[in-house]
C-alpha cells in the first residue's frame, strides 16, 4: 500500500468519509465505476483535502504576514451573537468574497474577539508555496476545486465536509471565487448542501459581510472584470505586492444573526437554494457601505465637489431607506473620507474643486459593491 493511501487511512476523517452511505455507494460502482479505480480517485481526493489546524499558534499568523496585515485595520461587528452561537453548536460561516485578504482578515477578527477559528474553503490556485504550507498546516484551511464535474471529487468533497463539522467550525465563500466585477454574485450551493448534510444538532449558518476601503488587488481585479482563467497564485502575489505600495485600509467583518440549520431540508434542492440566497441576501445588507464605494457610485467622468457631495446624499438616503448598513452619513462625509484613498490610489484626479476620473474600470468596481442595493442601474452607468 502506498504512503499515500497510509496516510489517508490513518486520518479518522477520512475513514469516517469512507463509511458514509453515499461514498460507500459509490465505492460499489453505483454509476459503473470499477471499484478499484473508484476507491482511489476518492483516497486521492481526501488526500488532497487533509488539513491540519494548529490552534496554538493560530496567533502567530500575525507576525510572518505582518508586511500585509499591518496595512489592514481590522474591525469586527456584531462578534457578541457569534459568541453565543458557538457556545451552543457548530457554526458555518458563509462570507462574500472580496479580496485574498479574506482569508487573513476573517478569521483573525474571529480569533481577536476570542472566538475559536473555523476551518476555512479556500481555491485551491492558493496552496502552492509557502502560503499553501501555512493554509495546510496552521490555519486549517481545505482546498477547492471549483467547477469541478468529477462525481469522486463532488461526493468525496461533500462527505469531507460534513465529517468535518462534526469537529471543527466551517467558513466558506458561497459566491465560489472573489468577484472581478466588484457586485456581489449569485451563491453556489455545494458547500450549503454539505454542510446540512453533517446533521449536526444546534448547527447555524452565520452570514458574514466583509468590507474594503480599498481592496488590494482591486486594479488586478477590475482589469479582467470576468475570471477567464485560473492564473498562478504567485503571479497574482507578485501583482498585489506592486499595488501594495502605499495601500492602507479597513476590513470591516460583520457578522448576521444566525440561521438554524435545522429549518432547512437538505434533501428538498429547492431548500437549499432558498438558503443560499437568503444568506447572500443577508450579507449584501450587512456589507459595510464605506465612503470609497459612495464616492465611486456617484463620480462622472468629471464633476464639481458640490455635484458629487448631492449625488453623494441621494445614494446614501436610497442604502438607508434599503436597510444598508452604513458606514457613512452623510454626502459631506463620504467625500471627506472617500476622495483622498481614491486620489491616492490613482482611480481619481482631484483638480481644485473639480474631480475627474483616472481609471474608469477600477472605480467601476468599487461602484458595482453597492450595485445590489441601488437600482436602477441604468441612473447609475458613467
Do not use: C
Not at 468577484?179 to 447555524?204: C, D, I, N, R, W
Not at 476601503?213 to 502575489?237: C, Y
Request: no cysteine; glycine share 8%.
Amino acid at each position: 500500500m502506498s504512503a499515500i493511501v497510509r496516510s489517508v487511512l490513518s486520518d479518522d476523517i477520512a475513514q469516517a468519509v469512507l463509511s458514509r452511505e453515499e461514498v460507500a455507494r459509490y465505492l460499489l460502482g453505483a454509476d459503473g465505476t470499477p471499484s478499484d479505480q473508484a476507491r482511489e480517485r476518492i483516497e486521492a481526493y481526501l488526500d488532497e483535502l487533509r488539513t491540519t489546524q494548529r490552534y496554538s499558534i493560530y496567533k502567530a499568523l500575525k507576525h510572518p504576514l505582518y508586511p500585509i496585515l499591518r496595512k489592514i485595520d481590522r474591525i469586527g461587528e456584531h462578534t457578541a451573537a457569534v459568541k453565543d452561537a458557538a457556545r451552543s453548536g457548530r457554526i458555518v460561516y458563509a462570507s462574500n468574497h472580496r479580496s485574498h485578504t479574506d482569508y487573513l482578515a476573517e478569521p483573525l477578527v474571529l480569533d481577536e474577539a476570542g472566538i475559536r477559528p473555523p476551518i476555512i474553503a479556500a481555491g485551491i490556485n492558493l496552496f502552492g508555496g509557502p502560503l499553501g504550507l501555512l493554509h495546510r498546516h496552521v490555519t486549517g484551511a481545505i482546498p477547492i476545486r471549483r467547477n469541478v464535474r468529477d462525481p469522486a471529487y463532488l461526493i468525496t468533497l461533500k462527505a469531507y465536509v460534513a465529517e468535518l463539522l462534526r469537529r471543527h467550525d466551517f467558513f466558506f465563500y458561497p459566491e465560489g471565487g472573489r468577484s472581478y466585477s466588484g457586485e456581489l454574485k449569485s451563491p453556489k450551493t455545494g458547500l450549503f448542501h454539505a454542510a446540512l448534510q453533517a446533521e449536526q444538532p444546534g448547527m447555524v449558518f452565520v452570514p458574514t459581510a466583509v468590507a474594503y476601503d480599498l481592496v488590494l488587488e482591486d486594479f488586478v481585479l477590475a482589469r479582467q472584470r470576468i475570471k477567464r482563467s485560473q492564473r498562478p497564485f504567485s503571479r497574482e502575489l507578485a501583482e498585489m505586492v506592486r499595488y501594495a505600495v502605499g495601500y492602507r485600509s479597513r476590513a470591516i467583518v460583520t457578522f448576521g444573526t444566525p440561521i438554524p440549520a435545522d429549518s432547512v431540508d437538505a434533501g428538498s434542492r429547492r431548500a437549499v437554494l432558498d438558503l443560499a440566497h437568503a444568506v447572500m441576501a443577508q450579507i449584501g445588507r450587512l456589507q459595510k457601505v464605506v465612503p470609497t464605494a459612495v464616492v465611486a457610485a456617484g463620480m462622472r467622468p468629471s464633476i464639481t465637489r458640490g455635484d458629487l457631495r448631492s449625488r453623494a446624499d441621494a445614494i446614501i438616503e436610497t442604502l438607508a431607506a434599503w436597510g444598508a448598513n452604513l458606514g457613512v452619513q452623510s454626502g459631506r462625509d463620504a467625500l471627506d473620507a472617500g476622495i483622498e484613498p481614491l486620489a491616492l490610489r490613482g482611480i481619481i484626479v482631484v483638480d481644485g474643486d473639480r474631480l475627474r476620473v483616472r481609471d474608469r474600470n477600477v472605480l467601476r468596481y468599487y461602484a458595482r459593491s453597492l450595485d445590489h442595493a441601488l437600482a436602477p442601474r441604468s441612473s447609475r452607468t458613467h
